[in-house]
């Protein structure tokens, strides 16, 4: 089995595509949106249906981020349980936050179908996949929290688990039929055509280089020209590039890996996520498994596929393969890739107010896709229809993180490890 090139599967796969060309022309709108990710693409649509002016820019292409190289699962709720997110935020913004998130995916379904976005959208539901008895442990812990919020969860004994999975390699699982996955990229690509359709520009390949507030306007300089306007939305997360002033976004970077096979023969396809779940377990250095429209397998793990030591993520995944799936040892990756995680050190995202009419949003803790959803579109709001009260979340006025450089390299350093060692167990 050869090691697959640096090659991200959405890229291929996308059946969604979009004309954006750069930036040519100085603007004068309601919004400008810097980021083309989840976040920045739902807040446009969500602007431009309701009528206003947007610019949306965009330094690569859209979803070139953590959007596009995103495992593609649609959760419901953060990485953290209810109780931890009641013990950071208190009772009453906790509960807000957790039943927002838990109708996250419900949002996005429906945005999809609204929208008519191609992107394989499959609602089946998730499993997080115990590695262990102390994993289970955890899972019964979280079906007991996620219930006392009035989640639909249900545990999965080994049995089922291996069943649903077609390996026996897990303990158990916890299903959530509210989730489900997409084709992360298309998805995104699908919300900026939706939002160029009701008249936003989308500019690809228009890096801001500059930023500043003057009267009542926000002035954005990008390509030789300013974009003008009066709110302001900074949605790059993990991406953010160059800009300091007036506001960075604070965050320790994680990398994700993931490697996906050629698409599986009748048979194997049968056994393996038959019913279309994603998946991921509950190992610290925790690892994904998921099914596409075409029947690849997609395997994902911790670590970075370009930087120094790439090479013990690459082993680890043909290990993986072999050890979930023994019958499939010759099965080859056809692609490779790897995307970077805005974490914040109590893994809630954060949205912060820093100056008029101007919000940033980062910190999903690799949860993009129905937060970032549902983040844009509540920003949106709040900024041209004063819906402030409707934040998922409090805003904050400023907020930082220290060591993010020790912790990301600690990060790296600690997957390499661990996926180092376990060629020898």
Known sequence: MSAAPFSVLWR?????????????????????????????????????RNGASVCLLEAETIGYGGSGRNVGLVNAGLWLPPDAIIEHLGETAAHRLIDVLGNGPGDVFA??????????????????????ASGFADLEDRCRQ??????????????????????????GALFDPRAGTIQPLAYCRGLARAAQAQGATISEHSTVTALRHETDRWLAACN?????????????????????????????????????????????????????????????????????????LIIGGVGSLE???????????????????????????????????????????????FGPGAYAVFGYSGRGIAPGTVFGRAIARALLQDQRADLPLPAIETYSERHSLAKARYYEMGAKLVHGLSARF
């Open 146 to 171: 996620g219930k006392r919020h009035e989640a639909p969860l249900s545990l999965l004994e080994a049995e089922e688990t291996a069943r649903r999975t077609g390996t026996n390699a897990f303990f």
């Open 12 to 48: 291929t796969s996308s059946c969604e595509q979009i004309d954006t060309p750069p930036l040519s022309r100085n603007m004068d709108v309601d919004l400008v949106i810097i980021g083309g990710g989840f976040t920045g693409t739902s807040a446009a649509l969500e602007a431009a």
């Open 111 to 132: 945005l999809i179908e609204r929208e008519g976005i191609d992107c394989e959208a499959t609602r089946c539901g998730t499993l997080h996949l115990a590695h262990s």
């Open 224 to 296: 030789g020209h300013t974009v003008r306007a009066r709110n302001l939305l900074v949605a790059t997360n993990a991406y953010h590039l160059g800009i300091t002033a007036p506001f960075t976004p604070g965050f320790t970077t994680m990398n994700y890996c993931q490697f996906a096979t050629a698409p599986l023969a009748p048979a194997d396809r049968a056994n393996i996520l038959s019913r279309g779940e994603g998946c991921w377990d509950t190992a610290m250095v925790m690892s994904s498994i998921r099914i596409d429209r075409a029947g690849r």
């Open 307 to 353: 930087q120094r030591g790439s090479s013990f993520h690459r082993a680890w995944a043909r290990r993986k393969l072999r050890k979930l799936y023994p019958h499939l040892p010759d099965l080859r990756f056809e692609h490779g890739w790897s995307g970077r995680i805005a974490m914040t050190s109590d893994h809630i995202p954060k949205i912060v107010h």
